[in-house]
């Protein structure tokens, strides 16, 4: 495919610009949402921005995390280190990757935090944001399917790559899991600007998402081909996140509804 682009003689990766334009899209599509429902907007941008960096965080952190054996070797071969370039060098090959439920869960913390202190309302904004985290997600699974990243299974249909920087990726034809988790997540957003713009489930929009995506993300990881990512009693560590939030969302969304 095409892992890398060049833009003004500097080589950047398309999963990069990709996720740069997910992101200026749905901070622009989000900040003129907020003179519909009187949200002023500098602290939309404000809360946009601690999110983003929660993201970024958490998905290296949950990368690294998931890459526990890494760090444990570090560790114990610490006196090996001899120098501050080794030891980054040996910090990006534990923390250079991303997971996105790290990231969504970081950008949530962030921006729960920042609300919590700004005493803003987070229910109003999770109503307003929500429907394009999946619109975003779209752009960053196009992104990986143009780097060659969270590759598919091997399967009679599909794609081969020959230059993806994954050197396991490369010869064979995989299943185009990306595209189809871009497609769902599409769908997805659709679905939610729907309940959005019918002012529905405005108290648990968040909670529909998380339920929706859990549900699709558990299913998709058996089309996953990446088994680096790391696996307990024969499912991945995205399928048991996937069950809590499931679970999580579904438990949240019944004790709404005895409420309302």
């Given amino acids: ?35 519909k429902y009187n949200i002023n907007d500098n602290n939309m941008i404000i809360f946009l921005l601690i999110a983003s960096i929660g993201m970024i965080i958490g998905g290296h952190l949950l990368y690294g995390i998931v890459n526990y054996k890494l760090i444990i070797d570090l560790i114990t071969n ?7 370039s080794m030891l980054l060098n040996d910090l990006h090959i534990i923390f250079g990757g991303s997971v996105f439920y790290g990231g969504l869960i970081g950008g949530l913390i962030a921006g729960f ?14 109503f307003v944001i929500t429907p394009f985290i999946p619109l975003f997600h779209f752009f960053g699974r196009i992104g990986c399917f143009l780097y060659g990243c969270c590759y598919g299974i091997e399967s009679k249909i599909g794609f081969i790559y020959t230059n993806s920087p994954i050197e396991i990726a490369n010869g064979v034809t995989r299943f185009p899991v990306q595209l189809l988790e871009a497609l769902l997540n ?7 600007l729907i309940i959005q713009n019918k002012n529905k ?20 990881e058996f089309l996953r081909g990446d088994f680096y990512r790391g696996f307990l009693f024969g499912l991945s560590t995205s399928q048991f996140i996937s069950i809590i939030i499931f679970i999580a969302s579904f438990i949240y969304l019944i004790i709404s509804k005895k409420k309302e």
């Fill in 1 to 35: 495919m095409f892992p890398y682009i060049k833009i003004f003689n500097k080589t950047i990766t398309s999963y990069t610009i990709l996720v740069i334009i997910g992101i200026l899209l749905v901070g622009f599509l989000c900040i003129r949402r907020c003179k």
């Fill in 186 to 192: 599409l769908c997805i957003f659709i679905f939610l």
């Fill in 113 to 126: 935090i920042y609300a919590k202190i700004k005493k803003i309302n987070i229910k109003l904004y999770c």
């Fill in 201 to 220: 489930c405005k108290n648990n929009i968040l909670a529909v998402y998380l339920l929706l995506y859990s549900f699709i993300r558990f299913f998709l």
């Fill in 78 to 84: 610490i006196n090996k280190i001899t120098s501050f």
